[in-house]
T-cell receptor, first 110, second 114 residues
Framework: DGGITQSPKYLFRKEGQNVTLSCEQN?????MYWYRQDPGQGLRLIYY???????QKGDIAEGYSVSREKKESFPLTVTSAQKNPTAFYLC?????????FGQGTRLTVV | AQSVSQHNHHVILSEAASLELGCNYS??????LFWYVQYPGQHLQLLLK??????LVKGIKGFEAEFIKSKFSFNLRKPSVQWSDTAEYFC????????????FGKGTHLIIQP
């Protein structure tokens, strides 16, 4: 089955720790995206990558970092500099004008 | 910069009622418009999309939306809702090329009462 896999589904971390969220796709899409979803806020773009070894900041990139070493993989690191990291994180890839979403990772920082 | 406004954050309807969720966007150029749905505990799914052509687009599960360029609107409609339509609905837009990602509205939480 082709699709986007995010793991884990739920993640707990202590405040001050960096944490990396995984996103893998086997759709052979060039472009990949990370969004953050908060209640009443909709989805906001964190980072995106249009091609391997290249990525751009989105609207709320502060406190996050990404890498794109392989076409299939676009991991997101939530660093200790992110002031409010508890949220639902969604990864997507794009073909043409259409985006395809993973199931999300719910990160809770305690 | 693009922005998307969804007028109703919470909507409660009875089964068989008609539904219209408002969506307005601000962007002067060519846009692609989308409605996504997120059922409880599930991932985001595409309901319908508009790129060009007929401004009335039909999507899955009986939903449709009409693009009115003069009003910068892309309202979602369904003539008769079902309990299973309870979900969060997001309007989204990207510019013609689509490379920069989607801009989402804040969502509308729809509850259908049996």
């Amino acid at each position: 089955d082709g699709g986007i896999t995010q793991s884990p589904k739920y993640l707990f971390r202590k405040e001050g720790q960096n944490v990396t969220l995984s996103c893998e796709q086997n759709l052979n899409h060039d472009a990949m995206y990370w969004y953050r979803q908060d209640p009443g806020q909709g989805l906001r773009l964190i980072y995106y990558s249009q091609i391997v070894n290249d990525f751009q900041k989105g609207d709320i990139a502060e406190g996050y970092s990404v890498s794109r070493e392989k076409k299939e993989s676009f991991p997101l690191t939530v660093t200790s500099a992110q002031k409010n990291p508890t949220a639902f994180y969604l990864c997507a890839s794009r073909l043409g004008n259409e985006a395809f979403f993973g199931q999300g990772t719910r990160l809770t920082v305690v | 910069a693009q922005s998307v406004s969804q007028h109703n954050h919470h909507v409660i309807l009875s089964e068989a009622a008609s539904l219209e969720l408002g969506c307005n966007y601000s962007y002067g150029g060519t846009v692609n418009l989308f409605w996504y749905v997120q059922y409880p505990g599930q991932h985001l799914q595409l309901l319908l999309k508009y790129f060009s052509g007929d401004p009335l687009v039909k999507g899955i599960k009986g939903f449709e939306a009409e693009f009115i360029k003069s009003k910068f609107s892309f309202n979602l409609r369904k003539p008769s809702v079902q309990w299973s339509d309870t979900a969060e609905y997001f309007c989204a837009v990207n510019s013609g090329g689509g490379a920069d990602g989607l801009t989402f509205g804040k969502g509308t939480h729809l509850i259908i009462q049996p």
